[in-house]
């Protein structure tokens, strides 16, 4: 983890998001069939490929206090995928009936091929979602976004983080002057018709029915075309920390916990990574787990449709106990 982030300057102080427990033990999440209890650990098998996840590389504009990819102006991790690369993929999602195209980083706009690889993939006919800061990157492609809005509509969505729905606490995490320019990018989009989402965070202790009453007021002052009650417009996503103690997910626990395999992200979507280094890009099991080799599915989305082991903190504090998914 050094390595990928010593470059990083995220803003100062403690993020505001923080996850409160307590350090991970050890002997947690160490081995992919039993959990530290001895008991058989859980996993997914992919029942349909829904979402392909493009990683268009690690570089962003922004060092977010927090990212739980490691993101920054220098970060280049995840190198940017090219659209040759990305071209087969979509080839072999198609043939696999996948119905969205997720683009994420970092940054997916300030990858250079990122617009012709928006373009391939509407004129394959997927949907497409691209999670965005909407800041600079996206800005400098407003003509070419108004062409693909045209051709496309409402096929095309753009998901802006504002991880909060004050100023204060949204800039804590992503540092100074963040604020106005993602308003004014998100109201751009918005003023001009696409069809847009926002992902936001939760403090500690914050109600999901406080901050979407709050995420409202801040739509309706800004004249922001979002409906913050749909829980597909705006996305309230639970914290993640790797090094934080959280229980493991074994067999027994679907039934314990009333959750189901189908709900779990891996179960439905695949990402496509071009770590640094290697001639070409790799399958990961989902969008969270990029650099742990035990998530690492093979080289096809084929050999990736293989049953995924919940042997990360991810896993837990994300997709099982926090409910959440990337996917649109």
């Known amino acids: 983890m050094a390595s990928r982030s010593k470059s990083r300057t995220p803003p100062g102080g403690p993020s505001p998001f923080a996850v409160e427990a307590a350090p991970l033990p050890r002997e947690k999440f160490s081995d992919p069939q039993l959990t530290a209890q001895g008991e058989p ?20 504009n922004l060092a977010c206090a927090t990212c739980y990819i490691e993101s920054s102006p220098t970060n280049d991790a995840l190198v940017y995928l090219s659209a040759d690369h ?28 990122m617009i012709p690889m928006l373009e391939e993939t509407l004129a394959h006919g997927f949907e497409a979602l691209v999670l965005t800061n909407a800041m600079k990157p996206m800005r400098r492609h407003e003509a070419a ?86 829980q597909m417009r705006l996305v309230l996503f639970p914290e993640m920390d790797a090094d934080k103690d959280i229980a493991e997910i074994t067999t027994a626990c679907w039934d314990i916990l009333g959750k189901s395999h189908a709900d779990i992200m ?24 990029p650099h742990d080799p035990g998530f690492d599915l093979g080289a096809t989305l084929d050999e990736a449709s293989r049953d995924v082991s919940l042997n990360h903190p991810h896993c837990a504090r994300f997709c099982v106990l926090g409910g959440a998914s990337c996917s649109a």
């Not at 999602?93 to 940054?107: V, W, Y």
């Not at 071009?274 to 990961?284: D, L, M, S």
């Open 145 to 230: 976004l108004l062409e693909l809005r045209e051709r496309f509509g409402s096929k095309l969505t753009l998901r802006v983080s504002l991880d909060h729905h004050s100023r204060q606490v949204h800039e804590a995490e992503r540092g100074t002057k963040t604020w106005e320019p993602a308003i004014d990018g998100l109201r751009w989009l918005s003023d001009n018709k696409f069809s847009i989402a926002v992902a936001g965070r939760l403090l500690p202790g914050e109600g999901v029915v406080e901050a979407r009453n709050a995420y409202a007021a801040l739509f309706d002052a800004e004249n922001i075309s979002i409906d913050a009650r749909d």
């Open 266 to 289: 891996c179960a439905t979507s695949r990402m496509v990574v071009h770590r640094k280094g290697e001639a070409a890009p790799r399958v990961v099991a989902c969008t969270l787990i």
């Open 86 to 113: 990305a071209s087969r993929f979509l080839d072999e999602a198609q043939t696999m009936g996948a119905r969205e195209i997720g683009f994420t980083g970092g940054e997916p706009f300030m990858n250079p091929d």
């Open 41 to 60: 650990r859980a996993s997914v098998a992919l029942s349909e490929l829904d979402t392909l996840w493009l990683n268009t590389g690690t570089l962003c």
